[in-house]
């Protein structure tokens, strides 16, 4: 057949029906709507916000699950392991409530007595395996020695979860109470950085001209200062407390929300449902509030769930160089700090309050990416 | 071009005026003196250390000789030690901490290069998991964190390296390296895979496959150089992350960098020291984040820098 004289019968007219190639086919969802379904679809996310909620809560009721104070000090019962009832039986647990450690000496009964001098002299209360008989040479007996500490101090029926310090304070309740102090820090530092922040940039990207070009003179210079300068030198002026290493922390912090909500808001405020709104004469507040706020607190929410973290990194950092909190106040850092003086001898110290910094950090990180492929239309497929 | 570099500049020169002036009076509004741990010295004594030290002057007076003292390379006298001038302090111990911050800048950059572009290449694959896990543990955990475990599991418990000791070998350096190097590790890591992803699914790539270019050619000859280009914008934030680093890891490794250094002046009230490291580190900072964006440029044509503001 030849194709370029198709009889015409060949063709039939599509039928007009209603107009059908216009209508949306799936109910439509709002920006917000669809956000919250990536995000709950989000496995990862989910997890770490249900371990930052369960950290949250222990902070809360964890210093007041057990009758210690988190300053109560009491020598006689300094440095004792981390013991659980329940899991003191399984030995590889951490949670035994005993000292094991390896010694070295000449023969075994020299080793065994460097063991039971290491041991406040509770030879009753050490166990003793010989892991290898020596010759008498120097330090070639090995033996394994164990210490059961809540027994030699009378105090079977104690149970101290996570150990106690070099001043026989809980270290569950400091712990705990450490989390919440390090939480407070974070959370206020990070609102405080918000509330700057999106009013800095808001007023800098809307009124544009003078103004802005004048407000963004002062964040490039403010942005050259190194913030570990300014956070070093307000805290050494200042007098390390909460609220102190919070103003450190929001001195120049604010100026990186306040650089990209000024972004944002340039590149939408000559969009054309601003342009519309402004003819149809609404007022600059509600433009702001109604059309510029929603758009751009996706970021918002982002870059403050990313402040958190680096807040809580700079305060460990700042108890850690010394310059944090004072005892007995405890934050995560300042235990961490306390945990590396007898890292050698009594490890737990350090090991359950570097943990918990450790989860905390990873969940905010792995919460905030959630809440960024969340948010970002781009990721939307 | 050179009205770019001049602008910069003349920034550079105001940020480091206010640093300087702004510590200068933030320490002179703080207690003590070099006096205040010697209250045995006689009135005289007093006044012969306070004339030394320049205290005797009026503020301003001390403040125009300390900026003028700045502009020819003079960050003033150490209260501590004994009529050292800080310069010297700094020159004495830069050499550990720029060793240390150097072989983490290397060794995490290539490393992290690494990570992401096998990341990319096996793209949702096994080894890509991994590489996210390895990032995210790496940009998450506090660097002192991170080195106490080193220093427990590598040093104590195993006995591989030294616990805290530096003498410059390099055995010396490993475990200071190592923690200092997985924060630029991790965020190489995540970048590089981030844009090898991206330049991998753009277009000229597809070209290249079509014309018969090998695998390993087009990741190598076309996708990484590329996708690095922009890598070297965040060489800046991780030069500062690494100065933070470098204070927390020269106490932990017990390494005579400038670092442990600034951390003691603190603790002892020593405020030229103080000053002149706070300015060093500064100029530093700034330094470092204006040759990055000057690089930046040279390597991407496609950035023009001009004059204009927007």
């Known amino acids: 057949m030849d194709k370029n004289n198709l009889p015409k019968d060949l063709f039939v007219p599509l039928e007009q029906k209603e107009d059908t190639s216009e209508k949306i086919s799936r109910p439509s969802r709002t920006f917000w709507q669809d956000a919250r379904r990536t995000f709950f679809k989000n496995i990862p996310a989910m997890l770490a916000l249900i371990l930052l909620l369960a950290i949250i809560v222990m902070s809360i009721i964890g210093p007041g699950m057990n009758e210690y104070g988190y300053d109560d000090q009491d020598l006689s019962r300094a440095k004792m392991p981390a013991r659980v009832p329940g899991l003191e039986n399984i030995s590889w647990s951490g949670f035994t409530g005993t000292f094991t450690r390896e010694f070295e000496g000449d023969t075994v009964e020299d080793a065994s007595n460097k063991a039971i001098q290491r041991y406040d002299n509770q030879e009753d209360f050490i166990d003793i395996t010989v892991v290898s008989e020596g010759d008498g040479s120097n330090n070639s007996a090995t033996i394994e020695a164990t210490y059961h500490p809540y027994e030699a101090k009378q105090m079977e029926e104690t149970y101290f979860w996570f150990g106690t310090d070099g001043l026989g304070r809980d270290q569950w309740t400091r712990v705990w109470k450490g989390t919440r102090v390090s939480l407070i820090i974070a959370f206020l530092a990070a609102a405080i950085d918000l509330l700057i922040g999106v009013a800095y940039g808001g007023i800098s990207g809307y009124y544009g001209g003078r103004v802005d070009d004048f407000m963004q003179r002062i964040i490039e210079i403010l942005i050259g200062i190194p913030n570990l300068v300014v956070i070093l030198l307000m805290i050494i002026v200042l007098q390390p407390g909460i609220l102190s290493i919070t103003i450190a922390l929001t001195i120049t912090g604010w100026t990186g929300m306040a650089r990209m909500v000024r972004g944002e808001v340039l590149k939408l405020k000559n969009q054309e449902f601003v342009l519309a709104a402004r003819t149809l004469g609404s007022p600059n507040r509600k433009i702001i509030a109604k059309h510029l706020m929603p758009n751009i607190s996706g970021i918002i929410i982002i870059n403050t769930m990313f402040t958190i973290p680096t807040a809580i990194f700079f305060e460990a950092f700042l108890s850690f160089i010394g310059l944090g909190l004072v005892p007995p106040e405890a934050s995560l850092g300042t235990l961490i700090n306390t945990g590396f003086d007898s890292l050698r001898l009594y490890p737990y110290l350090l090991i359950f309050p570097a943990i918990l910094i450790s989860v905390i950090m990873i969940a905010f990180n792995i919460l905030g990416d959630g809440l960024r492929d969340a948010f970002d239309p781009k990721m939307h497929k | ?310």
């Open chain 2, 1 to 310: 071009m050179t009205r770019y570099l001049l602008k910069r500049v003349g920034y550079m020169v105001i940020t480091l005026f206010i640093i300087a002036s702004v510590s200068f009076f933030l320490m002179k509004m703080l207690p003590g003196s070099p006096l205040s741990a010697e209250n045995k010295l006689s009135e005289e004594q007093q006044a012969i250390v306070l004339e030394k030290y320049g205290l005797n002057d009026p503020v301003p007076v001390q403040y125009v000789k300390y900026m003028a003292g700045l502009v020819q390379g003079d960050l003033g006298t150490s209260y501590q030690f004994d009529s050292t001038p800080v310069t010297k302090i700094i020159s004495d111990r830069i050499g550990p901490s720029a060793i240390l911050g150097a072989q983490s800048l290397i060794f995490g950059l290539i490393f992290g290069i690494l990570l992401g572009l096998v990341a990319a290449i096996f793209h949702n694959g096994f080894l890509d998991f991994t590489s996210t896990i390895v990032a995210v543990l790496g940009t998450s955990i506090p660097s002192f964190v991170f080195a106490g475990l080193l220093q427990y599991g590598l040093a104590v418990q195993l006995g591989w390296f030294p616990v805290a000791l530096w003498d410059g070998g390099f055995e010396y350096t490993v475990l200071p390296t190592i923690a200092l190097m997985i924060f630029p590790m991790a965020t190489a890591a995540r970048f590089t895979r981030t844009e090898m992803l991206e330049v991998l699914g753009s277009d000229f790539i597809t070209t290249a496959r079509a014309k018969g270019v090998s695998g390993a050619g087009v990741v190598f000859k076309h996708g990484l150089r590329n996708a690095l280009i922009p890598l070297v914008t965040i060489i800046g934030p991780m030069a500062v992350g690494l100065m933070t680093g470098t204070l927390v890891i020269e106490q932990i490794f017990a390494i005579p960098g400038i670092g442990e250094q600034f951390v003691k002046s603190i603790m002892v009230n020593d405020y030229p020291t103080i000053m002149g490291t706070t300015i060093f580190y500064s100029v530093l900072f700034v330094a470092i984040i204006l040759v990055i964006d000057l690089l930046y440029g040279i390597i991407d044509p496609r950035i023009r820098v001009t004059g204009g503001d927007k």
